[in-house]
Structure formats: structure tokens, C-alpha cells
């Protein structure tokens, strides 16, 4: 752990968790500050990245939470897949019933294509809306890894503060598109610039939110810690399948948005294997 500062390294775990969330909060309002140097963007470039952003969640999925809530369960006496498969169900049906009741609008679609109970907001909180839904299991997983590195090192179960950090690398870097997906089509609205731009970075700031709701939930509740772990996976799955794939393959880029996701699912592989 040489290249982490020991200052943060000493922070309490909710703080850490705090810290992460607000990178990731951060990398999405650099890619929602992209508005005001362009008011459009190449849509093979933004598949793309759509693309990539999937490919990391699935692969934080399975290295940074799955496997991990798996080692915590055994070294907690449980049989591991029990709490991996239940906690993964969960977070997909939690996502699930958020979506049926929560009013927004995924990105590229009509207004009148907003799903959740009717609503007449305007279509760029519900775009908002669409974005913030799908960061809340992003932090969940920040806060919830950081919460189990505290514990996991002493029961051995493989988290760490390196793995926590590599998550919230790699969540930031698949964060940068999201902004960008958000602000330029407001702007191509005629929102100005500066509305594009908040409602942009806007959608992450529940981010660090809870990321600290997760670590605060999984200190306190130590056995709940590996159905946490899944339960961040199965909500982060939920969202690739549900929203961010379909909206990648939207412009008929298929293949550069599969691309993308492969070449995401390696980087996130990489750091959290190197890293963690």
C-alpha cells in the first residue's frame, strides 16, 4: 500500500467512503464541463463510452463485490453463495421497484417516454433522475467496500482499502460519460450551458451520499456485510442490463458499443486484480 497516503489510510472507513464518493461525484462534473467547450458530441465516441462504463460495472460487480462478499461469508462460517445470491437478487429487485415507481427518463428517448407513476416534470429532471437512480448502488458499493475493508481485513476476507480505492477508480472512470451523456443532450436543447452543466454533475452528488450511508450500514451491522457486498452487484447489474447497454446500442453503434464494454470489463478486471 506504499502509493497510498498514510493519512488516508488512517481516516476513519465512513470518511474514506466520503472521499471516494466525492471523486466519483468529481469525474462526473468534468464530463458534464465538457458543455462548455461543445454543444455536441460524436455519438460513436459517446456508445462508446457507454459501452465502457457498462464493462466496468459488470466487472466491479464480480471482482470488487461478488468475490469478495463470497470470501466474507465463509470467513464468517456461512455457506458463501447463500448471502451472494440472495444479497444479488435483492439489489436487482430493489433497483427493480425503483424503476416502476421513481418518475425518469432514459437518455435519448422522448419525453413521453419518461416510465414511473406520471409525472409533469420537465424532461431534464427526469433525465437527471434516470442517472442519479443508477449512481445510488454505484455509491452503495464504494461505501459498503469501504465499510468491509475495515472489517475484512481482520476476518481475512479479502477486502481492502486498495480494493475500495480501485473500485472507486474504476466507477470514476465510467462516471466521466455519464455527465457527458447528460449535459450535451440538454444542451443540444438550448439549455444553457451553465443549467446543462449543473444538472450534469448533479446526478452524482448522491454519490458520496451513499457511499456513507453504505460504510455507516455494513460497521454497524458486521453479518449484513456480505449480502451488502452482493446486494451493490446485483443493483450495479440491474442498471447495465436495464439502461445502459440498450442506451449504448441506441445509434446503431452495436459492435463499437460491445467493444467498449469489453475494454471496460478489463481495465475495472485489471485494477481491481493489481490493485486489490
Not at 468534468?30 to 455536441?40: I, Q, Y
Amino acid at each position: 500500500m506504499e502509493f497510498i497516503p498514510d493519512w488516508f489510510l488512517n481516516l476513519n472507513p465512513i470518511t474514506q467512503a466520503l472521499i471516494g464518493g466525492l471523486f466519483t461525484w468529481g469525474v462526473t462534473s468534468l464530463g458534464a464541463a465538457l458543455v462548455f467547450l461543445t454543444k455536441t458530441i460524436n455519438y460513436k465516441v459517446l456508445d462508446g463510452m457507454m459501452g465502457f462504463a457498462a464493462g466496468v460495472m459488470i466487472a466491479a460487480s464480480v471482482w470488487s463485490l461478488i468475490i469478495p462478499g463470497i470470501d466474507l461469508a465463509e470467513a464468517q462460517g456461512m455457506i458463501g453463495w447463500i448471502p451472494a445470491a440472495i444479497g444479488f437478487l435483492l439489489g436487482g429487485l430493489f433497483l427493480r421497484i425503483c424503476d416502476a415507481y421513481i418518475p425518469h427518463l432514459h437518455i435519448g428517448l422522448p419525453r413521453d417516454a419518461a416510465e414511473g407513476v406520471d409525472t409533469k416534470w420537465k424532461r431534464a429532471t427526469l433525465l437527471v433522475l434516470a442517472i442519479t437512480l443508477h449512481n445510488i448502488p454505484e455509491g452503495l458499493a464504494i461505501g459498503v467496500l469501504f465499510g468491509a475493508a475495515s472489517i475484512g481485513m481482520e476476518l481475512d476476507g479479502g477486502a481492502t482499502v486498495v480494493g475500495a480505492i480501485a473500485l472507486s477508480i474504476g466507477i470514476g472512470i465510467q462516471n466521466f460519460p455519464e455527465g457527458v451523456a447528460i449535459s450535451m443532450p440538454l444542451r443540444r436543447d438550448g439549455v444553457s450551458r451553465l443549467k446543462s452543466f449543473n444538472y450534469g454533475q448533479l446526478s452524482a452528488i448522491v454519490e458520496p451520499v451513499a457511499a456513507v450511508i453504505g460504510a455507516a450500514a455494513v460497521i454497524y451491522i458486521t453479518p449484513a456485510l456480505p449480502y451488502a457486498l452482493s446486494f451493490a452487484a446485483g443493483a450495479m447489474i440491474y442498471v447495465v442490463v436495464e439502461e445502459l447497454i440498450p442506451e449504448s446500442h441506441q445509434h446503431g453503434n452495436t459492435d463499437l458499443a460491445t467493444l467498449g464494454l469489453m475494454v471496460g470489463f478489463v481495465v475495472m478486471m485489471v485494477l481491481d486484480v493489481a490493485l486489490g
